[in-house]
């Protein structure tokens, strides 16, 4: 199931089937990968509910969502956090969302590239040792030494990646919409790709 999150002045509130305003609008930088928008909720509690049972309960449970769509060829959206009695809870997810994107953020790697033909070697900090290699693509000796590596990077698989990414940005994204006192909407997203998550 895939979710989009956006938020809105209450007072542009609309009812489905009209669609919610764009001019006054934030949303969250999420990739279209609805598996890692997922997996980045995953772990996480909003109102002492694992906030992916309340997505899915405001979705799909008893009570159909009434708000407007967040644009044509949506569902109706509805409300996830509302402003102020959802603030304790909506930061204390974003610090959540926070915490396990660092924990997560993979080991740290320096990175250094050879000088002829550019290919790359990533050794973990822990391994780094300075020595000379010999480039497996072109043969030029590649200096492993660490002042002179292209500099730290995390070495993580690109669906991890995705997931921290969106875990970053719905964090940022939730403590934007409190200090504006917008509610946060959800609505599920019918274009969801078909693109298949790693199966790990
Ligand atoms: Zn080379």
Redesign the pocket.
Known sequence: MAFRFFAVPSHRLVDYPQSLPVDERLEPDLPPVPEAVERALTGTEFRDMRARDRLRALLHGDRTPTLGAPEAGFGPSAVFAQPPQDLPALLRLADELDGLARREAGERALVWK??????RYAVPVALVRQVSIR??????P?ELNATRSLGEEALIDPFQGAVNHSRRELAAFFREAMARGWPVLVSEDPRAPATPGPSA
């Open positions: 050879c000088g002829d033909c550019g290919a480039c497996e693509r072109c043969g030029t590649v």
